[in-house]
């Protein structure tokens, strides 16, 4: 029997559970393709068979990652908005915490993820993401005094969309940043004042 390196029998679970998802996340990168589960136990560090004690197959293996891939993105999202003082901060917090994440490839495996993950799966856990994410960025709109709240949050998502796209074609996400920045501030500065902007 495997020797157990974590003080309890779930903790070592979910652990091993842990290092399988991340080894799948690198494949994945790397490749673009599916990895197979030999490969994955492989660079896990883990026999075959044992791998099996956590998914049954690659379908569950790709399953099981679209289920960690959106939610820790809201996640990070989320933080990073919480993290800011002010609802102007916590605009460009979105904007700014997304392109990080799509600078850090993140949108890539998502993206890559959309293309081999079996089923619905991808397309519903992508559109529960995007309604995760625009929850907290409506909310700091409204705390804004923005009139136009959907509108406007759509404009915002077409920034993070743009920015997406060069950071993903080889523009440093630190410029893309930057650029978001000098187009929004001004904006959520004059509405953080007045209560909107003028």
Do not use: K
């Amino acid at each position: 029997m495997p020797r157990i390196r974590a003080s309890t029998v779930a903790e070592h679970r979910a652990a091993q559970h842990r290092a399988l998802l991340d080894a799948a996340r690198e494949i994945l990168a790397e490749t673009g393709r599916p990895p197979t589960l030999t490969r994955v136990a492989e660079r896990a560090g883990l026999a075959r068979p044992s791998l099996y004690q956590y998914f049954r197959s690659s379908e569950d293996l790709l399953n099981a990652l679209v289920e960690d891939v959106f939610p820790r993105w809201s996640a990070e999202v989320a933080a990073a908005m919480d993290a800011a003082a002010t609802p102007a901060d916590r605009v460009l917090a979105y904007v700014l915490a997304n392109f990080e994440l799509i600078g850090e490839g993140e949108h890539a495996l998502a993206t890559v993820l959309a293309e081999v993950a079996p089923g619905d799966t991808v397309a519903e856990q992508s559109r529960a993401m995007h309604r995760q994410l625009l929850e907290p960025l409506v909310e700091a709109l409204r705390d804004l005094g923005v009139s136009a709240v959907p509108e406007t949050a759509e404009m915002i998502n077409a920034i993070v969309f743009a920015g997406s796209r060069l950071i993903e074609s080889g523009t440093d996400a630190q410029i893309v940043g930057e650029s978001a920045r000098a187009l929004l501030e001004p904006f959520v500065r004059t509405a953080d004042r007045s209560g909107h902007p003028s």
